[in-house]
């Protein structure tokens, strides 16, 4: 019986909403977990982007086997960094998504840049 129901079929309007399951408290700390998950999935996206760009390649270059164990820590890292810094503005978007799905309410830009580009400085990293 429960075989035949597929899950990408049922209506979206049949979930609760997260206001109905959280309070205001909750719902607080309910944003600041999506709004990580966003950013930690658009680092994820910018460190598959640096990999397929060759810089583990780069980073390898003259190391042998010793520096090719860590280069996938060195990407992750400057992709954390770049994620912080406000990314490719990914992040903000995958925010807005998960929230409209959830059923919270936000205001507009409400994502911690607040829609600002942000310059980053690849320098530093």
Known sequence: MFSQINPLQLPYS???DATDVAGEADQKVIEA???KSAQNFE?????????????????MAGGGEEVAAF??????????QIAEKGGFGLAE??????VK????????????NN???????FGKL
């Open 14 to 16: 049949d979930l609760p």
């Open 33 to 35: 977990e999506l709004r």
């Open 43 to 59: 680092a994820a996206y910018i460190a598959q982007m640096l990999t397929f760009s060759g810089l583990d390649k780069a980073l």
């Open 71 to 80: 280069t996938s820590f060195y990407i992750e890292s400057f992709a954390d």
């Open 93 to 98: 978007n995958f925010y807005g998504q998960m």
């Open 101 to 112: 799905l959830s059923g919270l309410t936000h205001e507009q830009n409400d994502f911690e």
């Open 115 to 121: 829609g600002e580009i942000v310059n980053v400085d």
